[in-house]
C-alpha cells in the first residue's frame, strides 16, 4: 500500500503524462494546474483538471493522476473505473510499469467499492419503452441484476415507460463496503385525462358563394408546401443527430473509455449521449416521412374542382411513443 501510494505521487509529478509537458500543449498546462491543486488537497478542483487534460490529450499518466485524485476524495468506485482504464491505456503505450501500478491500486479497491444491484421484474422489463435512469443518466438493459460499482453518496434512480406512472426512488450508499440491492416494483397505469366536453353543434347553414379571393383549392396546395418544407427540415435534423449519435459512440470505444469489462464515468456519459442523439434522429426521420406523405395527400385533393368556401388545419404531434397527424377540413 505504501509503496502504491509513493508511486502514484511518482506519477503525479513531472513524469505523470507520457510526453514531457509542453507550454504549446493546453493539456500539459491544465494537468500541471491539477498537480499543483491536489498539493493543496484541493481535491476536487484537482480531480477536475486531470479530468480536462485526459479529455484533451489522452495519456496512461493523467489516468494514473485522476485515479489517485478521486481515491484520496473517497470517490472508490470512480477511482476504481479509472484505475482499470489507465492499466488497459497503459498497456497499449508500452507502459508496463504504469500498468503494474494501476492494476495494484484497482485490486486493492475493488473490496471496499460500494455496490448497488437493481432487479427489475420480467413483465417490467418487458414492458415496451421501458426506460431506467440513475442520476438521469440511462442504464443498459445488461447493468440490471448486476452489482454496479458507485460512490459513496444519494442516487437517484427514475422507472419509466409509455402509458405508466414513472417511479422514483433514492438510495444512499456509504463510501465503501455498501453492499444494497434495489427490487423496482412493477409501474402503476396511467389514468387517461378527461374527454373534453364536445362543443355544441351548430345549425346548418346555407352554402356561401366562393369569394374572389383565395379558393380552398389553393389554401391547401399552400399547406401541402409547407409540409413539404418541414419534411426537408426533419429529414436533416435526423441526418445531423444521426450523424452525432456515431461519433459519440466512436468515441466512447476509443482512447480506453469502454472495453468488454464495462465503461469508466466518461464512456458511461458518451453511451449515454449517443443513445439520446439517435432516439432523437429516429423521431426527426419518422415525423419528415409522416410530413412528406401528408403533403402529396394535400396536394392531390386540391386538384378537385370544387366551388364551395372552406379551409383545412392540420395538427401535428411528434412523441417518442408516436408520431400522429390529422387534417381538419369545413366547407
Request: hydrophobic share 40%.
Amino acid at each position: 500500500m505504501i509503496w502504491a501510494a509513493a508511486t502514484m505521487l511518482s506519477f503525479a509529478g513531472s513524469t505523470a503524462r507520457a510526453d514531457p509537458p509542453s507550454s504549446a500543449n493546453p493539456a500539459d498546462e491544465t494537468f500541471l494546474a491539477g498537480k499543483e491543486l491536489l498539493k493543496d488537497k484541493r481535491y476536487a478542483e484537482a480531480c477536475a483538471k486531470f479530468q480536462e487534460s485526459q479529455i484533451a490529450d489522452p495519456a496512461s499518466g493523467t489516468l494514473l493522476a485522476l485515479a489517485y485524485c478521486q481515491e484520496l476524495s473517497g470517490l472508490l468506485a470512480s477511482s476504481w473505473a479509472s484505475y482499470m482504464a489507465a492499466a488497459n491505456l497503459a498497456q497499449r503505450e508500452g507502459h508496463p510499469e504504469r500498468q503494474a501500478a494501476a492494476n495494484e491500486r484497482a485490486e486493492a479497491l475493488a473490496g471496499r467499492v460500494s455496490k448497488l444491484t437493481v432487479i427489475a421484474p420480467a413483465e417490467l422489463a418487458a414492458l415496451p419503452g421501458f426506460r431506467l435512469t440513475m442520476n438521469g443518466v440511462e442504464l443498459e438493459r445488461a447493468s440490471l441484476g448486476v452489482a454496479v460499482p458507485l460512490d459513496g453518496g444519494s442516487h437517484v434512480l427514475i422507472a419509466s415507460a409509455p402509458g405508466r406512472v414513472a417511479w422514483t426512488s433514492t438510495v444512499s450508499l456509504l463510501p465503501e463496503h455498501d453492499q444494497k440491492t434495489l427490487l423496482l416494483p412493477n409501474l402503476d397505469l396511467a389514468q387517461p385525462p378527461p374527454a373534453a366536453a364536445l362543443p355544441p353543434t351548430p345549425s346548418p347553414k346555407s352554402p356561401q358563394p366562393v369569394p374572389s379571393g383565395t379558393s380552398p383549392d389553393v389554401k391547401l396546395q399552400r399547406v401541402s408546401l409547407a409540409l413539404a418544407a418541414g419534411s426537408v427540415v426533419a429529414i436533416g435534423l435526423g441526418t445531423a443527430f444521426g450523424l452525432s449519435a456515431k461519433s459519440k459512440n466512436d468515441a466512447s470505444n476509443s482512447d480506453g473509455h469502454c472495453d468488454p469489462r464495462g465503461c469508466d464515468a466518461r464512456g458511461f456519459q458518451l453511451r449515454n449521449d449517443s443513445l439520446t442523439a439517435a432516439r432523437v434522429s429516429t423521431w426527426s426521420f419518422v415525423a419528415g416521412g409522416a410530413l412528406a406523405a401528408a403533403s402529396v395527400s394535400l396536394y392531390l385533393g386540391s386538384t378537385r374542382n370544387q366551388r364551395v368556401a372552406g379551409s383545412a388545419q392540420l395538427q401535428a404531434s411528434v412523441s417518442p411513443a408516436e408520431t400522429r397527424l390529422s387534417l381538419t377540413e369545413s366547407f
